[in-house]
Nanobody, 116 residues
Framework: QVQLVESGGGLVQSGGSLRVSCAVS????????MGWYRQAPGKQRELVAT???????NYADSVKGRFTISRDDAKSTVYLQMNNLKPDDTAVYYC??????????WGQGIQVTVSS
């Protein structure tokens, strides 16, 4: 019943922009901190950005100043706006939701590819 469905990925040239979305259903979205993680080939999954239910935000140093995380509680959706994309941003991007009790849900992942 719980679903986190990512959309909006694809192929973009270096310096371009994409916005990925994560539509959430089956949970009380406003109780959850949301985040984006990514995993590049041959690398471990890493945190990209998080946003709490109160709107507090953290970014990985590698994306600070280029990416913006936001949430729309009315639409139960979290977004990641990615600007000035670099080839190093190429990865599968995963949506994550964390309850205050620390249990989590994950999306299926969506591919973002940045060509040089």
């Amino acid at each position: 019943q719980v679903q986190l469905v990512e959309s909006g990925g694809g192929l973009v040239q270096s310096g371009g922009s994409l916005r990925v979305s994560c539509a959430v259903s089956g949970i009380s979205f406003t109780y959850y901190a949301m985040g984006w993680y990514r995993q590049a080939p041959g690398k471990q999954r890493e945190l990209v950005a998080t946003i709490t239910r109160a709107g507090s935000i953290n970014y990985a140093d590698s994306v600070k100043g280029r990416f913006t995380i936001s949430r729309d509680d009315a639409k139960s959706t979290v977004y990641l706006q990615m600007n000035n994309l670099k080839p190093d941003d190429t990865a599968v991007y995963y949506c994550n939701g964390q309850h205050p009790a620390r249990y989590e849900f994950w999306g299926q992942g969506i591919q973002v590819t940045v060509s040089s």
